[in-house]
């Protein structure tokens, strides 16, 4: 089965046809072309597999066919059932149908009340000009002309194409809502997949920023003395190396202060070691306001001697000694 067969598969067939004439006469020759087979249809089938180029099927299947005999009871009845869901596939609408609206009127009317039918204009050509009719209903693949008298040949052709219209149109409607609903699939999968990349990244956002953090309180506590905020003996050596290499290249004097604690282990070992503790932070308190932003108080614990300094590198050695002595 080729694609275009297993597509058409997927749509509903609709043989469903109105006539739109006021002689019912009409409508009997109508039924005689397009409606269903009876024992007598091997001609029928044979027109088929000329027109269609297949062989003919062992049962015609016809059309299903409707009457109205006016333009309002037609435009009622096609209102009703597309409504209803069960559309006419094509209309045959004849232009005179006194006393009510004519064949031009009714089509406009038709028109705009299935989107989907497809309309045979049956005319002679003395009722109206082209031009006049395609002024009143524009110009559209919808609406086609038989001229009358019409032959048997153009009926049956004019019927088959509408209705493959029609199934077309269906099945490029059905194509259209997969398109949109794969569409609206995807979309929502963009956005699921969007929002999902937005938390990703927030959560990288928050992660790296507690990286950050750990990585400043790592770095705290490879280089601050933990019970009074000072720099440690590892930033301080650091620091020291900065200066005197500063100091070879721009020939900068700088000093370096060692303030030593006298009695410290004493107050350590005879009030304790919390009262020690406060000793510390209170010295590292009072230093802070006297150095400058440029310079570095730092805590220095000696091991060996078992003795603590405070360590301050100072351009100038005299004004520090000065501010010390003045506290």
């Given at each position: 089965?080729?694609?275009?067969r297993r597509m058409l598969s997927l749509v509903e067939p609709n043989r469903r046809v109105l006539i739109v004439d006021d002689n019912r006469a009409i409508h ?70 006194p006393p009510g609206l004519d064949g031009i009127a009714t089509t406009v009317r038709l028109l705009r009340e299935d989107p989907d039918v497809g309309i045979v ?207």
């Amino acid at each position: 089965m080729s694609e275009a067969r297993r597509m058409l598969s997927l749509v509903e067939p609709n043989r469903r046809v109105l006539i739109v004439d006021d002689n019912r006469a009409i409508h009997d020759d109508f039924r005689k072309i397009l409606g269903r087979a009876t024992g007598s249809s091997d001609e029928l089938k044979a027109l088929d597999a000329e027109l269609f180029g297949t062989a003919p099927e062992s049962s015609y299947e016809g059309f299903l066919l409707d009457s109205a005999y006016q333009g309002e009871e037609a435009i009622e009845k096609v209102s009703r059932a597309h409504a209803e869901g069960r559309g006419y596939a094509l209309l045959f609408v004849d232009v005179r149908m006194p006393p009510g609206l004519d064949g031009i009127a009714t089509t406009v009317r038709l028109l705009r009340e299935d989107p989907d039918v497809g309309i045979v204009i049956c005319s002679a050509y003395s009722d109206h000009s082209w031009e006049e009719m395609t002024a009143a209903f524009g110009k559209t693949d919808r609406v086609l002309i038989l001229k009358k008298p019409f032959d048997t040949v153009e009926v049956r052709q004019l019927a088959h194409a509408l209705q493959r219209r029609w199934e077309l149109a269906q099945l490029a409607a059905v194509k259209v809502q997969d398109m949109t609903a794969l569409i609206d699939a995807q979309t929502a999968e963009l956005r699921a997949a969007n929002e999902a990349l937005k938390r990703e990244a927030a959560l990288r956002e928050e992660a790296l920023l507690r990286l950050g953090e750990s990585h400043e309180q790592i770095r705290a506590l490879a280089y601050q003395d933990g019970l009074t905020g000072l720099p440690n003996r590892r930033l301080f050596n650091e620091h020291l190396g900065k200066v005197l290499a500063r100091s070879r290249r721009k020939g900068a004097e700088f000093a370096v202060l060692f303030i030593d604690l006298d009695n410290f282990k004493l107050i350590n070992d005879t009030i304790g070691h919390q009262a020690a503790d406060e000793v510390l932070r209170q010295l590292a308190s009072s230093l802070n306001v006297l150095i400058r932003t440029d310079d570095m108080l730092g805590l220095y614990h000696d091991d060996d001697l078992d003795s603590s300094a405070t360590i301050s590198i100072e351009p100038v050695s005299d004004a520090v000694l000065s501010r010390l002595g003045g506290d």
